[in-house]
């Protein structure tokens, strides 16, 4: 990523959280091979703390592409702070209003200007005890059909060191591990000029869940639990893979 392309606002974004991240963390990043070097990209990431999206900023820059992610609205109403993610060009999401939809327009816009996007299938932090993917909303999916620009799928592991959803606690201390990899893109072709229908956007999500869900199994060294209720549909998914 050619630094001066960067302008002024996301260099100082870079100066400042850089240093911070650098101290703060013990970084094993994986995959970042994966991750094309230029053009649209998706980027599908599992979402565990409100640390995680520094974390994984931090990777896709090393990975030479710059972080955009699609962010609470709300975030973006707070003074200085909602400025500034303007300025580094992030994306609000007004959840549950008529105005959601232009975030996929913007979303949309970026991935076909070559840039990268950044998504938490989930919407929020997992409220799975243990962490684990839970549902995934169908933001990706109509994304991936707009576009056809390659799902990255990113799995995050040790962020919750930092800051634990389940604890509301914040633990800042220099060097904690956190683990970061990228996979290779998703296939969804079987899905490829599909009509965006309620059935299709729900398969295409569950194929990227499961995906994130197996990913963060190897990083964790566990057995993943199921990612749904076994409903006869879904259970024949899951067997189909």
Not at 17 to 31: C, M
Not at 78 to 100: K, M
Not at 118 to 137: A, F, N, R, S
Not at 226 to 239: D, G, H, S, V
């Amino acid at each position: 990523m050619a630094r001066r392309r960067l302008g002024f606002w996301r260099r100082l974004a870079v100066a400042l959280l850089k240093p911070f991240l650098t101290l703060f963390t013990h970084r094993t990043w994986l995959g970042m091979e994966n991750v094309p070097a230029s053009g649209g990209v998706i980027f599908a990431a599992n979402h565990i703390s409100h640390a995680d999206p520094l974390v994984a900023g931090h990777f896709v820059y090393d990975a030479g592409r710059w972080p955009q992610f699609l962010g609470k609205a709300s975030l973006f109403r707070l003074p200085i702070l909602g400025p500034f993610l303007s300025a580094v060009r992030q994306i609000p999401v007004h959840r549950g209003t008529a105005d959601a939809v232009k975030a996929l327009d913007s979303a949309v816009a970026a991935v076909k200007d070559g840039d990268t996007v950044i998504i938490y299938p989930e919407g929020t932090t997992t409220h799975e005890p243990d962490l684990w993917p839970m549902q995934g909303k169908t933001g990706v999916a109509r994304l991936w059909l707009a576009t056809d620009a390659p799902v990255i799928p990113i799995v995050m592991w040790g962020p919750e060191k930092i800051f634990d959803p389940r604890t509301a606690k914040l633990r800042l201390r220099p060097r904690t591990p956190v683990t970061v990899v990228a996979g290779r893109p998703v296939d969804l072709s079987k899905w490829r000029s599909a009509e965006p229908t309620a059935a299709t956007l729900n398969e295409i999500t569950e194929a990227i869940m499961l995906h994130l869900r197996d990913m963060l199994a190897e990083i964790r060294g566990e057995t993943p639990p199921p990612l749904y209720p076994n409903t006869p549909k879904r259970a024949q998914i899951r067997n189909n893979r």
